[in-house]
């Protein structure tokens, strides 16, 4: 494992349990973790309403260089739009619900900013 790697896949757990959390804390059931499919994956998978909610999860430094909403790039997009297929087709029971793609950054004071429909 490279140097640095541990602390990077520990900070995008930590981080992928405080988005479950807080969303949880703000009435999202949490359906799914890490669901993969293929080459992609989605952090979580929640339903609030009459909405699923298929969000990336990102730890974020404010030193960074560039917005958050920058990694949403056509390719991003493509395979979350891959992966929310294939949990829906497997789960035909949601087919009524409407779709959201989100983003959900977790800062290094440990806030979340929460980002929907993004696309």
């Known amino acids: 494992m490279k140097p640095g790697s541990r602390r990077r896949i520990e900070k995008g757990i930590s981080g992928e ?11 999202h ?9 293929r080459d992609g994956e989605i952090d979580i ?10 969000t990336e999860v990102k730890y974020w430094s404010k030193t960074s ?5 920058e990694i949403f790039q056509l390719p991003k997009m493509r395979k979350m739009r891959t992966v929310a297929e294939n949990y829906l087709s497997r789960n035909v029971s949601y087919k009524d619900h409407f779709v959201s793609f989100s983003l959900a950054v977790i ?10 429909n993004l696309f």
Do not use: C, D, M, W
């Open 29 to 37: 059931k949490i359906l799914e973790r890490n669901f993969r499919f």
């Open 17 to 27: 349990n405080l988005a479950a959390q807080l969303l949880s804390e703000e009435g």
């Open 45 to 54: 998978i929640s339903e609030k309403g009459n909405v699923l909610y298929f």
């Open 65 to 69: 260089p560039i917005h958050p909403l």
């Open 107 to 116: 800062t290094e004071k440990r806030e979340l900013k929460y980002y929907l």
